[in-house]
């Protein structure tokens, strides 16, 4: 098994590009979520998802959307990159219950918005 | 809200030296209590975790103890190697709507083992 999959791993952006942070993990999880690490804040939870076509706001959600079309697949999109979105993202699967099982992270986008 | 509070590193010590990283947490409701290992250019591993009060986590030589009376959970190994450092996290599991599905996560805490 791949595990959780993500793509690119790493990526320059100019201010106000968009661009489509993908995730696929083949686990047949039903949770799926995006963090982003900074130095000094741990991980920070973005969006996350319960199953399909599901989503919900974590804590830091402004400047990023996100779908949910299949148990798969789960792209973080960057509307208009800004310097303050630079950091380390991380996708992370899970089964359905946290308590038991935790997440299962992939190896992370490193991105640079100049 | 909830919250996970780590001590703040770098912790440095030699090898086979003992291992504490103190994490307390805020929480209400029962949460099951996390530790990740993140090492160098790498995503987040599973270390060990606790799902009620009292459970003892384990694995490859680490333990934390869930004291639900202290709100604590520190992460302590009796011989460090140098292929023990790493980032450690620890972190919780929320609550929201009646599922719990959100890990909430402390800053980290960086352990170098020097030789």
């Known amino acids: 098994n791949a595990g959780v999959t993500q793509t690119p791993k790493f990526q320059v952006l100019k201010t106000g590009q968009s661009m489509t942070l993908q995730c696929a993990q083949d686990?047949?999880?039903?949770?799926m979520s995006w963090y982003r690490q900074d130095p000094g804040m741990g991980l920070r939870l973005i969006h996350y998802?319960?199953?399909?076509?599901?989503?919900d706001q974590g804590e830091v959600p402004n400047g990023y959307n996100v779908s949910r079309s299949t148990t798969e697949d789960f792209p973080l999109r960057l509307l208009s990159a800004a310097p303050s979105q630079t950091s380390v993202y991380f996708c992370?699967?899970?089964?359905?219950?946290?308590?038991?099982?935790?997440?299962?992270f992939g190896s992370g986008t490193r991105l640079t918005v100049v | 809200g909830n919250s996970v509070t780590q001590m703040e590193g770098p912790v440095t010590l030699s090898e086979e030296a003992f291992l504490t990283i103190n994490c307390t947490y805020t929480a209400t409701g029962y949460p099951s209590l996390f530790w990740y290992v993140q090492y160098p250019g790498e995503g987040l591993q599973l270390l060990l975790k606790?799902?009620?009060?009292?459970d003892k986590g384990s694995n490859k030589g680490f333990e934390a103890t869930y004291r639900k009376e202290t709100t604590s959970f520190h992460l302590e190994k009796g011989s460090v190697q140098v292929s023990d450092s790493a980032v450690y996290f620890c972190?919780?599991?929320?609550?929201?709507?009646?599922?719990?599905?959100?890990?909430?996560f402390g800053t980290g805490t960086l352990l170098a083992v020097q030789p």
């Open positions: 998802s319960v199953g399909a076509g599901i989503t």
């Open positions: 606790a799902t009620k009060a009292d």
């Open positions: 972190a919780l599991s929320e609550r929201d709507g009646g599922a719990t599905n959100k890990l909430i």
């Open positions: 992370a699967s899970s089964y359905s219950s946290l308590d038991n099982y935790g997440y299962t």
């Open positions: 686990m047949n999880h039903e949770y």
